[in-house]
C-alpha cells in the first residue's frame, strides 16, 4: 500500500527502475491467431501445477484468515496530512475489534521495524488489552523472504484449519517490478519499493516468488493484496493457480488499507457468502471509504481529485488470458496499426509514475489499463479484423476475467476518468520517447522471464510498439 499522491505530506520520490529487456524472439508469428481458437495456458511452461485445490474437510472453522503484515519499513510510521500514521498498529488494533470468534481464525504474522515479527492468533480486544495469543517471535524475522510467507501459511492452516483460507499480503507494492536493490537508496522510504519490502534486511518478495509460495504453501480460496498497483495481468497470471479469487488495486492504495473491522464483521455475519457476494462487499466498501473522505484521526479528509480503482478476479480465467493478447496484438501487428497504436499509447488511462512528484504527465509510467488499451486501439484502428480483435478482449476482461471492478475519481491532469478503467493493468510502452540512460539495466527480473511473457507474445508486441512509438 503506497503514501497517496497529493495527500502525503512526503509523496513517493523513486528512482528510475529502467526499461523491461524486451527482446523479439526468433519466430514471432500471430497471423494464425484469433479470438475462436483460443484456450488456455500455463500448462507447458513454467513451473509444475503442484496445487492442492481442496479444503481442509476436517476444518474445525468456516475460514483463517492469514494477514502477512510487513512494517519493517516507513509504514510503521510514517505522515499523512501532517500527521504520524503507524499503519500496522492501526490495521492490528481494527482485527482486535472483531478477533478471532467461533466461526473465524485471524492469524497475523506482523513485523515492525526495529522490534522483529511475531505471529499472532489476534484476540478480541476489551477493557484491558486485546487477548492476543503469541505464536512465535522472531527478533531478526526477513519479512522480505517469500520462504517466510510460505512458512506463516503452513503454520496457520496447521495450527487453525478451516473449510477455506483467506491470505492477505500487506505491504507495499510495484506491480510487475523488482528493482536491483544495489542501485536504490533504501528499501522503501524514499527510494524505491516493491513487493513486502523489509528495509532492515533490503529483501523483498519478487514477482515470480508469488506464485511460489502457493505453490508450496497450498490453494486459498481468496488472496487479497493490500498493497498498490498490484492488479495487473502479469502478478495475477503467476498466482493464478493457488486462488480462488484475486483481490487487488491497479493504482495506489492509501496507507489506512482494507477497513478489517468490517471486512471480519461481513465474514462472520455470513461465512457461506459466495466470491460474487465478497466482490460486491469491498466495491461497496471502497465507494462509500472515497465518498465519506479519508479518516485521519478525529476528522475526515475530503477525497475528491483523488483516483483509486479497486477489482477482483477470476483466477481460472486467466487462463484464457495469453490466446486474447496474442489475438488482439496479432490483429493490430497484421494490419500494421500504427495510428491507432500511437493513439493509444498517448491517451490510455496510467497508473502511478515511477517518479509521481515530478513526472505529472506519467512520462514513465508503465502500466496502464487493458481494457482502455484496447478500446482506443479498436476505436482508431483501420480493419474490422483489429476492431473485432480489441473487442473480444474487452468483452473477455468484462465478463470473463474481471468479476467486479469499481474507478474512482480520476487523474485531472491527464484527463483520465478512472470510472472507465476495466479492473485489470498490463505492462505497455512508456509516453516518453528519448529514455534516459539510468534507465537501463536495473531491473532484477526481465519482463521476458515472467510468466505471462512466456506464455504469450505481449513482450514481443512491447517490442512492436516501442519501434512504433520511437520512430515518430
Request: glycine share 10%.
Amino acid at each position: 500500500m503506497s503514501k497517496a499522491l497529493k495527500l502525503m505530506s512526503a509523496a513517493l520520490t523513486l528512482v528510475f527502475l529502467g526499461i523491461p529487456a524486451l527482446n523479439a524472439q526468433n519466430g514471432f508469428d500471430l497471423n494464425g491467431k484469433t479470438a475462436a481458437g483460443i484456450g488456455t495456458a500455463g500448462t507447458q511452461k513454467g513451473f509444475p501445477q503442484i496445487f492442492s485445490h481442496k479444503p481442509e474437510a476436517n476444518g474445525t472453522k468456516d475460514w483463517t484468515v492469514m494477514v502477512f503484515m510487513n512494517a519493517k519499513n516507513d509504514l510503521a510510521e510514517s505522515h499523512l496530512l501532517g500527521m504520524v500514521g503507524k499503519w500496522a498498529e492501526k490495521d492490528l488494533g481494527e482485527m482486535q475489534k472483531v478477533g478471532t470468534t467461533a466461526k473465524v481464525n485471524v492469524v497475523v504474522d506482523i513485523g515492525i521495524k526495529g522490534k522483529g515479527a511475531k505471529r499472532l492468533l489476534v484476540g478480541k480486544k476489551g477493557l484491558i488489552g486485546a487477548s492476543d495469543k503469541v505464536i512465535s517471535t522472531d527478533p531478526k524475522a526477513d519479512m522480505g523472504d517469500y520462504r517466510r510467507a510460505i512458512d506463516f501459511i503452513k503454520t496457520a492452516k496447521a495450527k487453525y484449519p478451516a473449510k477455506k483460507y483467506m491470505f492477505i499480503l500487506w505491504n507495499h507494492g510495484l506491480g510487475w517490478i523488482d528493482p536491483v536493490m544495489e542501485a536504490a537508496p533504501s528499501g522503501t522510504g524514499a527510494g524505491a519499493k516493491g513487493i513486502s519490502f523489509d528495509d532492515e534486511t533490503r529483501n523483498y518478495i519478487r514477482t515470480v516468488q508469488l506464485g511460489e509460495i502457493f505453490r508450496q504453501a497450498g490453494y486459498v480460496d481468496v488472496f487479497m493484496q493490500n498493497a498498490c498497483l498490484q492488479q495487473m495481468g502479469e502478478v495475477a497470471y503467476e498466482v493464478k493457480d493457488g486462488a480462488g479469487l484475486i483481490v487487488g488495486s491497479e493504482e495506489t492504495m492509501l496507507a489506512q488499507g482494507f477497513d478489517y473491522v468490517k471486512l471480519l464483521n461481513f465474514m462472520n455475519g455470513n461465512t457461506a457468502f459466495s466470491n460474487e457476494q465478497l466482490s460486491d462487499f469491498l466495491m461497496n466498501w471502497y465507494r462509500a471509504f472515497y465518498a465519506e473522505g479519508i479518516p485521519v484521526g478525529p476528522i475526515h479528509v475530503p477525497a475528491t481529485g483523488m483516483g483509486a480503482t479497486l477489482s477482483t478476479l477470476r483466477p481460472a480465467a486467466l487462463n484464457q488470458l495469453p490466446g486474447y493478447l496474442d489475438a488482439f496484438a496479432g490483429a493490430v501487428m497484421r494490419n500494421n496499426e500504427t495510428a491507432a497504436v500511437k493513439a493509444a499509447i498517448a491517451n490510455v488511462i496510467r497508473f502511478t509514475s515511477l517518479d509521481p512528484k515530478n513526472d505529472k504527465k506519467k512520462q514513465l509510467s508503465f502500466y496502464s489499463d487493458l481494457y482502455d488499451y484496447a478500446r482506443i486501439v479498436g476505436g482508431n484502428a483501420g480493419s474490422p479484423d483489429t476492431k473485432q480483435a480489441a473487442q473480444d478482449l474487452m468483452g473477455f476482461i468484462k465478463n470473463g476475467l474481471v468479476m467486479r471492478s469499481v474507478g474512482i475519481g480520476g487523474d485531472t491532469e491527464n484527463g483520465y476518468d478512472y470510472t472507465k478503467v476495466g479492473g485489470l493493468a498490463i505492462n505497455t510502452t512508456l509516453k516518453l520517447k528519448k529514455i534516459p540512460d539510468q534507465l537501463a539495466g536495473i531491473f532484477e527480473t526481465r519482463y521476458a522471464d515472467l510468466s505471462l511473457s512466456k506464455d504469450s507474445q505481449w513482450d514481443e508486441f512491447i517490442t512492436w510498439t516501442d519501434s512504433v512509438w520511437q520512430a515518430e
